[in-house]
């Protein structure tokens, strides 16, 4: 096992270190020079179209179609998870506070990425009974002539989400309960199992119906507690970005190597949580039922923003403003720990309830990316089969060494984006 991790962990470093940062940077830069910086000339459009998406245009619409704002909580769902409470905790205990600038950074720039990749699933969707799918190997296929690409993408999502990345949630959830409750791993990861069957085999429409309940009440429920930590601690404010931004820039930490651990982890950890420009939201976007597809770009780019600038944001707040990131803790551990120094235990089971609607959001959200590429390579007849495995992963995922499954996911995650950010650029 540490053979394959070493192994897994060579990869990970040659493709982040030498092609995905500078990849993702550049054309997130291209993108929003070319869209005329359209994050921030047309961010109250975003939230006008968000608004719409729930309003009366949509009651013209099948019971099989899925809204503009359906499709932004599964999108959401997929992205608020275990990046936001364990991924930022891991990026700020190895590479510092200076991690979370360029988390924002990311963020920002990959904002147009997001609206790019989310309109062309638009344009490229394709109906499939009641319902459209869509994605980069659709647009990839339709747009590109480059059917090779398109399967090739399928073939490595399929692998990083439907099987690796819902492992990453389901290790999450056993770790998360098994320090707030003592509970068995293996139990955790039986009702996890039956609760993701139960929900998947109900097709896209219930997939929404769920996303739709869960994210609007975890989302506030989490801002809520975390901004009364933030304001019990405000005397920690005034330094907080000081210190940030230190970590990303000063001489100390460029001397020891910090300013290199701090973006490796800040970009590797802020795209796993927002996933602009990885090619896994498209798919939720291309369902929507919209009038214009630009309009599910301006929509994805809500999510990137919610996911990283309050979400994201709120656990890395609450981490350093308790000082909670000298403790030696990583990853869910860490993140328990900073909202217990306020909330005792409380704060430890909040977190663990917050990883399992999280991480069973994002599980769900996950596995319908996985099914719409399924689809594209096999026909509906696979997605049973499909089924079946993913929920093998989640069972078994909740057993396995949380730096294995965490670097498995690592290594996909990179590869696929690759074909992704070529594909972007070319259309």
Same mark, same amino acid.
């Given at each position: 096992?540490?053979?394959?991790?070493?192994?897994?962990?060579?990869? !990970?470093?040659?493709?982040?270190?030498?092609?995905?940062?500078?990849?993702?940077?550049?054309?997130?830069?291209?993108?929003?020079?070319?869209?005329?910086?359209?994050?921030?000339?047309?961010?109250?459009?975003?939230?006008?179209?968000?608004?719409?998406?729930?309003?009366?245009? !949509?009651?013209?619409?099948?019971?099989?179609?899925?809204?503009?704002?359906?499709?932004?909580?599964?999108?959401?769902?997929?992205?608020?998870?275990?990046?936001?409470?364990?991924?930022?905790?891991?990026?700020?205990?190895?590479?510092?506070?200076?991690?979370?600038?360029?988390?924002?950074?990311?963020?920002?720039?990959?904002?147009?990425?997001?609206?790019?990749?989310?309109?062309?699933?638009?344009?490229?969707?394709?109906?499939?009974?009641?319902?459209?799918?869509?994605?980069?190997?659709?647009?990839?296929?339709?747009?590109?002539?480059?059917?090779?690409?398109?399967?090739?993408?399928?073939?490595?999502?399929?692998?990083?989400?439907?099987?690796?990345?819902?492992?990453?949630?389901?290790?999450?959830?056993?770790?998360?309960?098994?320090?707030? &409750?003592?509970? !068995?791993?293996?139990?955790?990861?039986?009702?996890?199992?039956?609760?993701?069957?139960?929900?998947?085999?109900?097709?896209?429409?219930?997939? *929404?119906?769920?996303?739709?309940?869960?994210?609007?009440?975890? *989302?506030?429920?989490?801002?809520?507690? /975390?901004?009364?930590?933030?304001?019990?601690?405000?005397?920690?404010?005034?330094?907080?970005?000081?210190?940030?931004?230190?970590?990303?820039?000063?001489?100390?930490?460029?001397?020891?190597?910090?300013?290199?651990?701090?973006?490796?982890?800040?970009?590797?950890?802020?795209?796993?949580?927002?996933? *602009?420009?990885?090619?896994?939201?498209?798919?939720?976007?291309?369902?929507?039922?919209?009038?214009?597809?630009?309009?599910?770009?301006?929509?994805?780019?809500?999510?990137?923003?919610?996911?990283? &600038?309050?979400?994201?944001?709120?656990?890395?707040?609450?981490?350093?403003?308790?000082?909670?990131?000298?403790?030696?803790?990583?990853?869910?551990?860490?993140?328990?720990?900073?909202?217990?120094?306020?909330?005792?235990?409380?704060?430890?089971?909040?977190?663990?309830?917050?990883?399992?609607?999280?991480?069973?959001?994002?599980?769900?959200?996950?596995?319908?990316?996985?099914?719409?590429?399924?689809?594209?390579? &096999?026909?509906?007849?696979?997605?049973?089969?499909?089924?079946?495995?993913?929920?093998?992963?989640? /069972?078994?995922?909740?057993?396995?060494?949380?730096?294995?499954?965490?670097?498995?996911?690592?290594?996909? !995650?990179?590869?696929?984006?690759?074909?992704?950010?070529? *594909?972007?650029? /070319?259309?």
């Amino acid at each position: 096992m540490k053979l394959l991790n070493d192994f897994i962990l060579s990869i !990970n470093d040659f493709i982040w270190t030498y092609i995905l940062i500078a990849m993702l940077i550049t054309i997130g830069v291209y993108f929003t020079f070319k869209t005329k910086f359209v994050q921030f000339t047309n961010f109250k459009e975003m939230f006008k179209l968000l608004g719409e998406g729930t309003g009366s245009e !949509n009651k013209d619409k099948s019971k099989n179609e899925i809204s503009s704002f359906q499709a932004f909580c599964i999108g959401t769902a997929s992205r608020v998870g275990t990046g936001n409470l364990a991924g930022v905790a891991s990026a700020i205990a190895i590479g510092g506070p200076g991690a979370v600038f360029w988390m924002w950074l990311i963020a920002l720039i990959g904002s147009a990425s997001a609206l790019i990749e989310s309109t062309l699933a638009q344009i490229y969707k394709v109906k499939d009974g009641d319902n459209y799918r869509g994605g980069p190997a659709y647009y990839m296929e339709k747009g590109l002539k480059k059917k090779w690409m398109g399967v090739t993408f399928s073939v490595l999502i399929i692998l990083c989400f439907g099987f690796a990345f819902n492992s990453v949630q389901s290790n999450t959830i056993t770790a998360a309960f098994a320090s707030s &409750f003592n509970t !068995n791993k293996l139990l955790i990861g039986i009702i996890l199992t039956i609760l993701t069957l139960i929900i998947i085999f109900g097709g896209v429409n219930r997939i *929404a119906k769920i996303s739709g309940i869960l994210v609007p009440i975890m *989302a506030s429920a989490y801002i809520i507690i /975390a901004l009364f930590i933030i304001v019990i601690n405000y005397k920690s404010i005034p330094g907080l970005f000081k210190t940030i931004f230190e970590h990303a820039f000063g001489i100390k930490q460029f001397v020891g190597g910090g300013i290199g651990a701090a973006l490796l982890q800040g970009i590797k950890r802020g795209l796993f949580s927002n996933e *602009a420009g990885m090619g896994s939201t498209p798919h939720a976007h291309a369902v929507a039922k919209v009038k214009h597809p630009v309009e599910q770009g301006f929509v994805a780019m809500i999510g990137v923003f919610i996911d990283t &600038f309050v979400i994201l944001n709120l656990t890395a707040l609450v981490i350093i403003t308790t000082g909670s990131r000298t403790t030696g803790l990583t990853g869910a551990q860490l993140s328990q720990y900073a909202f217990s120094t306020l909330y005792g235990k409380f704060g430890e089971i909040f977190i663990a309830i917050c990883m399992l609607f999280f991480a069973f959001s994002t599980i769900i959200g996950w596995y319908f990316f996985g099914e719409a590429n399924i689809r594209y390579l &096999f026909g509906a007849k696979a997605v049973k089969i499909y089924s079946i495995i993913v929920c093998i992963c989640v /069972a078994l995922g909740s057993l396995q060494e949380v730096e294995l499954v965490w670097n498995m996911a690592d290594c996909f !995650n990179s590869m696929m984006v690759i074909p992704n950010a070529i *594909a972007l650029v /070319a259309l």
